[in-house]
């Protein structure tokens, strides 16, 4: 009879303890992702600055891939590859953005490729691989907000607090 008492405490205290995705992700987010959000900024800024309304001419461009986007890329994709959550649902989640990551770095490369060769249609390969990936890191931000809530875990970003 004495063990049907221990079977609710134990019930409770198994919903007392933390939840270890809950702990996670908050490792994920305050520990490990800042280790490579400089970097990826730095790549896309200096990205932009040649790209779209910012384009001069194919050397400008080139150069910037070469020397500084290129670069600071490989860096931020080796920093984020070497992250290991600890649980199945943040090594989930983080694999996407690792995905995402690859399609940016591959049309990068695609870009500086396109201007050695002046090709347009591997010009289009790389606008393709810039969408997937930027596809895939709106997935991946949906799917974190996601894990966030259901693991009570209150994610404010920046661009939330510009809003």
């Known amino acids: 009879m004495k063990k049907l008492l221990y079977l609710p405490l134990l019930l409770v205290l198994l ?19 800042p280790k490579v959000a400089t970097v990826e900024s730095e790549a896309i800024t200096a990205y932009e600055s040649v790209s779209g309304e910012n384009y001069q001419n194919d050397s400008i461009m080139y150069f910037t891939m070469v020397e500084t ?18 649980t199945e ?7 996407e953005y690792v995905h995402a990551a690859a399609d940016q770095m591959e049309a990068f490369k695609l870009i500086i490729e396109a ?31 996601s894990a966030c809530v259901k693991h009570n875990v209150v994610f404010n970003s920046d661009e939330e607090e510009k809003e």
């Open 15 to 33: 919903k007392c303890s933390p939840d270890p995705v809950q702990q996670d992700l908050l490792n994920y987010i305050n520990v490990e992702m």
């Open 69 to 86: 986007v290129l670069p600071k890329y490989e860096e931020f994709y080796t920093t984020l590859q070497s992250i290991k959550p600890a």
């Open 89 to 95: 649902v943040v090594a989930s989640l983080h694999k």
């Open 115 to 145: 201007i050695e060769k002046q090709d347009a249609q591997i010009i289009t390969k790389a606008n393709e691989d810039l969408a997937e990936g930027r596809a895939l890191l709106k997935m991946w931000r949906a799917d974190l907000d």
